[in-house]
T-cell receptor, first 115, second 113 residues
Framework: NAGVTQTPKFQVLKTGQSMTLQCAQD?????MYWYRQDPGMGLRLIYY???????DKGEVPNGYNVSRLNKREFSLRLESAAPSQTSVYFC??????????????FGSGTRLTVV | AQSVSQHNHHVILSEAASLELGCNYS??????LFWYVQYPGQHLQLLLK??????LVKGIKGFEAEFIKSKFSFNLRKPSVQWSDTAEYFC???????????FGTGTRLQVFP
């Protein structure tokens, strides 16, 4: 099925460990995003990539890095995980057309716990 | 910087009651506006969106929203809620000049039979 695929769905890390969250879309979208969702804080933008080869910081980039590997894939890396990074992470993508953005599509999320 | 405010953090209603959830944004340019819903344990689903034209937008499941440019608002409404509408609702905004989709903090809606 077409859409946004995130892996893994669940992960437990120890403080200081590193990991990469993977995201891939098969809708030929040009823009991709990483969000984190925390209770009472909504979804906050970590990083985004407007097009292949570009990445930009969002609202809460500290402690994260991203790679736009190609048009389909956008990965999020935690170099040294901290308990404050315990959250649910969502990847999203959209196609920018004349007149604005249409159809942001979200992945099913990665629930990350850092102990 | 863009921001989105949702003033109702938690709303409790009985079935058949009317619903209005507030959303205000701060951006002076041309915006695209969205309402998303997240049912328990699920990811976000698009309820409706506004790009241009008629400021009254109709979405899925009987929801609608009205864009009032002078008030920077995009409130979500439903005339008669159902128990199955229990979920968290998020307002979001983006614009032509930025590639960022910014969300509000969400409103948790509980509907009791």
């Amino acid at each position: 099925n077409a859409g946004v695929t995130q892996t893994p769905k669940f992960q437990v890390l120890k403080t200081g460990q590193s990991m990469t969250l993977q995201c891939a879309q098969d809708m030929n979208h040009n823009s991709m995003y990483w969000y984190r969702q925390d209770p009472g804080m909504g979804l906050r933008l970590i990083y985004y990539s407007a097009s292949e080869g570009t990445t930009d910081k969002g609202e809460v980039p500290n402690g994260y890095n991203v790679s736009r590997l190609n048009k389909r894939e956008f990965s999020l890396r935690l170099e040294s995980a901290a308990p404050s990074q315990t959250s649910v992470y969502f990847c999203a993508s959209t196609l920018r057309r004349t007149g604005g953005y249409y159809g942001y599509t979200f992945g099913s999320g990665t629930r990350l716990t850092v102990v | 910087a863009q921001s989105v405010s949702q003033h109702n953090h938690h709303v409790i209603l009985s079935e058949a009651a009317s619903l209005e959830l507030g959303c205000n944004y701060s951006y002076g340019g041309t915006v695209n506006l969205f309402w998303y819903v997240q049912y328990p344990g699920q990811h976000l689903q698009l309820l409706l969106k506004y790009f241009s034209g008629d400021p009254l937008v109709k979405g899925i499941k009987g929801f609608e929203a009205e864009f009032i440019k002078s008030k920077f608002s995009f409130n979500l409404r439903k005339p008669s809620v159902q128990w199955s509408d229990t979920a968290e609702y998020f307002c979001a905004v983006t614009s032509y000049n930025t590639d960022k989709l910014i969300f509000g903090t969400g409103t948790r809606l509980q509907v009791f039979p």
